[in-house]
């Protein structure tokens, strides 16, 4: 099992490489390159707990509006990604519960991410497909900013699909891998 520091480095590499890099979120760039971006690593496999730390997360973020977005990294518990899943539906349900609707929502990445009816090993499931768990809380409103500045916002996920298809599973998997080499 990689240290802590690791798992935040690979994690790091993902965003840089293929987020960042392969302009899957055109808007990615900029809370990287100004540093706003939180990594907030959660090594517990309870569900309890997991969703203790989201809450105390989502609270941080309106404590501190200098960080932009977290990514909420679960090293261990989430393996599976239907049992991920349960944890999505549940930190959506939370979110809601807390009155952060409107405020946050929640962007979801899995090392097996397949989309709903999509083969295994379409491609195309690389565009949520990260190193480890990933629950990403976005401020809402900072993604209204900054889809006002991107021509066709609803066309993006098609884009990336598309994008990755064209790239081919082989060169994907590539990709993702090379975030936790080294």
């Excluded at 609270?59 to 991920?84: C, K, P, Q, R």
């Excluded at 349900?93 to 962007?107: I, K, N, R, Y």
């Excluded at 949520?128 to 990933?134: G, L, M």
């Amino acid at each position: 099992m990689p240290s802590d520091a690791e798992i935040i480095k690979h994690c790091q590499r993902w965003v840089l490489e293929l987020i960042v890099g392969l302009n899957f979120c055109p808007f990615a760039k900029s809370v990287v390159v100004n540093d706003s971006v939180r990594y907030k690593l959660v090594n517990d496999r309870d569900m309890a707990a997991c969703l203790m730390a989201l809450s105390d997360e989502m609270n941080h973020l309106i404590a501190d509006d200098t960080v932009e977005t977290t990514l909420m990294v679960f090293s261990v518990g989430f393996e599976s990604f239907e049992g991920y899943l349960d944890l999505l539906d549940i930190a959506n349900e939370l979110l809601v519960d807390e009155g952060h609707e409107g405020t946050f929502q929640l962007a979801s990445f899995h090392p097996d991410y397949c989309f709903d009816g999509q083969p295994y090993d379409d491609a195309a499931n690389y565009t949520n497909r990260s190193p480890y768990p990933i629950l990403h809380i976005i401020r809402e409103a900072s993604l209204e900013k900054a889809l006002a500045d991107v021509l066709s916002p609803e066309d993006i996920p098609n884009r990336n699909i598309e994008f990755a298809r064209n790239k081919g599973l082989e060169e994907m998997k590539s990709l993702l891998g090379s975030c936790v080499k080294g």
